[in-house]
């Protein structure tokens, strides 16, 4: 459990080392207050060790795998619970029928696994409200089932997102057979580094960052830092692409 409250800790206050490094490339070519925003970003990190990179510390997203479901979620929230007693995180989940204030509540994926393994998420409000997903093919995008169109949806979703969710982005993307699946993926991708990107993935960021958005909607030409796309069976009948976003100071970490 204290395992757990020190990765809470980690994950709020640390960047991961792929997300700094294209945060500090992206610095050293960009322009004006595109550059000025870029390093008051870095500047934020700096100041920020043992401190939250932003006062929204997300909802904590948790993806394990283990065979003992039952103690781990258990561990889970009573480490949320402390956490949050404790200040490391702010209170952030709310009763959507009382309107009141009810601590930290996670998200929580199990996997089934002889091997033991947290991944944990937090997930700003900001970003998560710019998510979007989308059934092809879509007459309004002209976009058809297969690459092409899952490329046409991302480029559109990071359109309409413009500066609202903390940009430079960090996009997952998901293909599935049902909404849920194709969202959960996509939050998956978030999860991976970047500077691994395939092909596709390359030429994706690429004709995003042609939108000219730039870091927290100010122009310039680092509208994301990186795209992930990940694949999951569909049902012949069904092509859902989810779009997940990442804001600037996504955390990620693990044990």
Known sequence: MK??????RKTISECPADIKKEL????SKEKARAKEVLGLMLQNLSLAKNKPKCQDTGTPIFFVKGNNHEKIKRDILEASRIA????ILRPNSVDPLTEKNIGTVPLIYFKESDDFEIKLMMKGGGSENVSRFYSLPDKELKAERGLEGVKKCVVDAVFKAQG??????????GVSGSIDEAMRVAKIQLLKKLGKESG????????INKLGIGPM??????TALGVRVGFAPR???SYFVGVS???WTLGRGKL
């Open 3 to 8: 395992d757990i409250v020190e990765l809470y």
């Open 24 to 27: 500090k490339k992206a610095h």
């Open 84 to 87: 949050t007693d404790q200040h």
């Open 164 to 173: 609202k969710g903390c940009p430079p982005y960090i996009i997952g993307v």
């Open 200 to 207: 596709f993935e390359k030429e994706i960021l690429n004709e």
């Open 217 to 222: 909607g100010v122009g310039g030409k680092t």
């Open 235 to 237: 049902h012949p009948a």
């Open 245 to 247: 976003f990442g804001c």
